[in-house]
């Protein structure tokens, strides 16, 4: 069933499948008589949750850094360290992929029937889900999402995606293929072997899923790197698979920083694959590391400016919902956010009006008290990054409908942000060129352009480096495949957006990226094609 991320929450309640569930309604009802709009000004709520793995897991055990270093991992509401955390650098990356190089070289995760794979992710799952609350707490803790988002729609999404793929399991296999004269071909298909990963910090747990569940599906073993700024999350699951029989060295999780611990990773020549999911920027150097050491097969998941279009025939409410959502889910940190939303001139100021209004409605605060929809940004730098884009769309002529500031005096919070009057570059005309109409932001902002008519918005929704999603409001079937079809987008959402399911496929076009993630295309990429041909004597058929 598709997970609608944009569909509301529904509350915790006590009679979740988790035996933590009871204590935590009672702590959510002590701590929610303060209310969320006043949630970042009050003192921050402390978490239901402890952190119990802060180390390296190499070889299925929780070890030191070879260096001793460790580093902080931060409070995005205060700024203030959660926990220490071992830093792995290069001689950690040798120790992981020779771990893992063992338990696929010799170990039994490749050789285990596919069937008794897959009843270890399984497993996995199920104890997962028992799981769930201080999961999503360590989650929203670390990354400064809301709770009941982490604990109601993503952490459940882990769980499916893994459920998924541990039914793929044993049902990968190759072909026997007719060929011309008297042979007996077939395919195999065989797992690629090591795999590297490396996973951003907006979703840390959900794209942890989409790498390691596909991986271990195929009979591949891993080793992942967490981002610096999420570490802690990772660590904690990855314990609940050892936990269910996943064998030493299969799973290897490296905590550390990307031009060290990165950076080793991509250039392992003992490392047969690499996944990768982050800025586009970054996302350049892992492929040119992956291709200077052994020329190692790449999959990327990088940046997004993605197009919002809203048509003249649109159901102006609905759509101004869902581009609101579109945009600022997750903080507005998000590489698929409707961050372009272009709408049609005839229905343009009601739409801006109506946006306006939704967008200061919205309650930001303390991720952890309920009803919070905003919690604050993830770290100063991109706190600072964003200021200087509103500043910087202030100074280019569009105009600030709301927000465009700091919220409360703690932590990293951002008031929602509507523009108007966004000119958009176009290219091929050569049009003013503001920097939060082609940049991207990776915050609270929308900026709200205006159109005249179909080849006018594909022109511009199209100009642009980016091509990972797309948005669609009409009720003209017509104008819906004329669009689908014309936008240059790895996922284009009629009438909704960002509906994910484990079976959907998801990537880009141009420079969001290269390869697919989820569902049946996600397995490609963790699966060497084989063909072997046998010749036949005196065959009865051919």
């Not at 203030?80 to 792995?88: D, H, K, L, M, Q």
């Not at 064998?247 to 950076?263: D, H, K, M, Q, Y």
């Not at 600022?328 to 109506?354: L, P």
């Not at 003209?476 to 496929?505: E, K, Q």
Request: aromatic letters at 10%; charged letters at 20%; one cysteine or more.
């Amino acid at each position: 069933m598709a997970v609608r991320i944009l569909s509301s929450l529904r509350s915790v309640s006590s009679s979740s499948a988790s035996p933590s569930t009871g204590l935590y309604c009672r702590w959510v009802r002590s701590i929610s008589r303060i209310g969320a709009s006043a949630a970042a000004e009050a003192e921050p709520v402390t978490p239901p949750v402890q952190v119990d793995y802060s180390q390296l897991l190499i070889d299925g055990k929780f070890v030191d850094a070879a260096s001793g270093k460790t580093f902080p991992s931060f409070d995005p509401r205060t700024g203030e360290v959660i926990a220490n955390v071992a830093e792995g650098d290069s001689e950690d990356v040798n120790r992981a992929v020779s771990a893992a190089r063992k338990a696929f070289d010799e170990g039994p995760w490749p050789k285990m029937t596919a069937y008794e794979r897959s009843r270890i992710l399984f497993r996995f799952a199920d104890l997962l889900e028992k799981h769930n609350d201080e999961v999503a707490a360590i989650e929203a803790w670390d990354s400064g999402k809301p709770y009941e988002q982490a604990a109601n729609v993503e952490i459940p999404m882990v769980v499916r995606v893994f459920r998924y793929y541990a039914g793929w399991a044993d049902k990968i296999h190759g072909l026997t293929i007719p060929a011309d004269g008297q042979h007996h071909v077939q395919t195999l298909h065989e797992p690629i072997g090591v795999t590297g990963q490396i996973v951003p910090w907006n979703f840390p747990l959900l794209i942890y899923s989409w790498k390691v569940a596909p991986a271990l599906a195929c009979g591949n073993t891993v080793v992942l790197k967490t981002a610096e700024q999420t570490p802690l999350s990772a660590l904690y699951v990855s314990k609940l698979l050892l936990e269910v029989g996943l064998p030493p060295g299969v799973l290897n999780i490296i905590s550390g920083f990307g031009p060290t611990a990165g950076a080793a990773l991509c250039s392992h020549t003992n490392v047969d694959k690499v996944a990768f999911t982050g800025s586009t920027d970054t996302g350049k150097i892992v492929l040119g590391l992956s291709a200077q050491s052994n020329l190692k097969p790449v999959t990327l998941e990088l940046g997004g400016k993605s197009p919002f279009i809203v048509c003249s025939d649109a159901d102006i409410d609905v759509a101004v919902e869902a581009a609101h959502s579109a945009l600022f889910f997750n903080q507005g940190q998000c590489c698929c956010a409707g961050s372009r939303t272009f709408v049609h001139e005839s229905i343009y100021d009601e739409f801006v009006e109506k946006s306006k209004a939704r967008a200061l409605k919205r309650v930001v605060g303390d991720p952890f008290r309920r009803g919070v929809e905003q919690g604050p940004q993830i770290d100063s730098l991109q706190f600072e990054k964003i200021l200087k884009y509103i500043r910087s769309g202030i100074e280019d002529g569009a105009k600030l409908e709301s927000g465009g500031e700091r919220f409360g005096s703690k932590g990293y919070y951002i008031k929602p942000t509507v523009f108007s009057n966004v000119q958009a570059i176009i290219y091929t005309l050569n049009n003013d060129n503001m920097l939060i109409a082609k940049d991207e932001i990776f915050g609270p902002v929308q900026t709200i352009l205006k159109f005249r008519d179909i080849e006018e918005v594909v022109q511009r929704a199209n100009s642009t480096s980016y091509g990972l999603a797309a948005g669609v409001f009409t009720k003209s079937i017509d104008t819906a495949n004329t669009l689908m079809r014309a936008l240059r987008v790895g996922t284009v959402w009629i009438n909704c957006y960002d509906v994910f399911d484990a079976a959907i496929p998801f990537g880009g076009y141009k420079m969001s990226g290269q390869g697919r993630v989820r569902g049946m295309y996600g397995l490609s990429s963790y699966l060497q094609v084989k063909a072997v041909v046998n010749p036949l004597k005196n065959p009865a058929w051919l």
